[in-house]
């Protein structure tokens, strides 16, 4: 099954018949993917599932609707299993940012995290998982970004990058993060749950 986010209602793609939520149902290769994006937007439709009796096909197919752009971040944890946070644009974020070109994406999930907090000393222990989501600008766009799991003993000052709306950046403790979780993305909500999952 693969979860792509419009406004943090999923679309779920799933070669499943069973019903696992009260979503409608829509068969994949019938549906025109801006139209089920402007009812998720519009509508009061808390999410859609799209059926594709092949998975991977289905979800190939579905991804070419879309102007992809690939990004990488990390979550990133102190000595102390604290989680590194950002609160950008008013909400409480994961850092991470797009690929440039001739970059891994290793490579760029560290130079985002280390641009948008001001910390090193930065090491991936292991991916953690993929998630998407459509946001509007210049025309409709689907986000895939790649997570990681990182870990940094840097101890100095962090530093926000104000010029990406990035005001804060803080690691929290599991109290403090399901406060954040009060005001955050579900793809965020997502990154954490993959990580508490080992």
Not at 169 to 177: G, P, R, Y
Request: aromatic residues 12%.
């Amino acid at each position: 099954m693969y979860k792509v986010f419009v406004n943090d209602k999923p679309i779920i793609i799933t070669s499943s018949q069973k019903k696992e939520n009260n979503f409608p149902i829509h068969i994949l290769r019938n549906t025109v993917s801006d139209e089920i994006v402007h009812k998720l937007r519009n509508r009061n439709i808390k999410g859609v599932n799209l059926y594709t009796p092949d998975l991977e096909k289905g979800w190939q197919e579905f991804l070419h609707s879309f102007k992809i752009v690939t990004a990488a971040g990390g979550l990133v944890l102190n000595d102390k299993k604290e989680v590194l946070f950002i609160f950008r644009n008013g909400v409480w974020d994961l850092p991470k940012g797009r690929i440039e070109k001739g970059e891994q994406i290793e490579e760029t999930a560290i130079r985002e995290v280390e641009e948008e907090c001001g910390i090193f000393d930065l090491k991936i222990v292991k991916p953690l998982l993929t998630t998407y989501h459509v946001y509007f600008q210049d025309g409709m766009k689907l986000k895939e970004t790649f997570w990681f799991l990182m870990t940094s003993a840097y101890s100095k000052e962090l530093v926000p990058q104000l010029e990406e709306g990035i005001t804060k950046v803080v690691f929290k403790n599991d109290e403090e993060i399901v406060e954040a979780f009060k005001n955050t993305y579900k793809n965020i909500e997502l990154v954490y749950d993959t990580y508490k999952e080992g």
